[in-house]
């Protein structure tokens, strides 16, 4: 009696996995499809030089950033010991390559945005800098 109840669930398993395989099969062909007109595919080796291009300029917004941190450290440790031409002249590189960075990033579209927030972030800080400069603050 056993033996004859197992059968018919043994028969009815393996039609389940095959139309659990027969689901995955449909939905891969669906994924896998040749692109459509909507969307034109483009050749690897342009997604490839444009990946490389992007990561040029985010590498070099990278260090253009880096750089304007050292001045700001610079310009830092110039206005407490109350060196303030040097300090003077600090701000003015800052806000010179400031504009470069801020170049250098406009021209990338597919820039990392939080790459942009940091730019914008440092020109702000630029400007209030400048502006407590000018008002006399570090006197």
Do not use: C
Request: no cysteine; proline share 5%; charged share 20%.
């Amino acid at each position: 009696m056993k033996i004859t109840a197992l059968t018919p669930t043994q028969q009815q398993a393996p039609t389940a996995k095959t139309k659990a395989n027969g689901d995955f099969a449909s939905v891969l062909a669906q994924h896998t499809q040749a692109p459509t007109a909507t969307q034109p595919a483009m050749p690897p080796t342009v997604l490839g030089i444009q990946a490389t291009l992007a990561q040029k300029t985010e590498r070099t917004v990278m260090k253009q950033l880096t750089a304007l941190m050292d001045q700001w450290d610079a310009y830092a440790s110039s206005v407490e010991q109350a060196d303030l031409k040097q300090g003077h002249a600090i701000l003015n590189a800052i806000h010179q390559n400031l504009a470069a960075v801020k170049e250098t990033a406009s021209a990338a579209p597919n820039l990392d945005a939080r790459l942009h927030e940091m730019v914008n972030e440092l020109e702000v800080l630029g400007a209030a800098e400048e502006i407590k400069f000018n008002r006399g603050d570090y006197l």
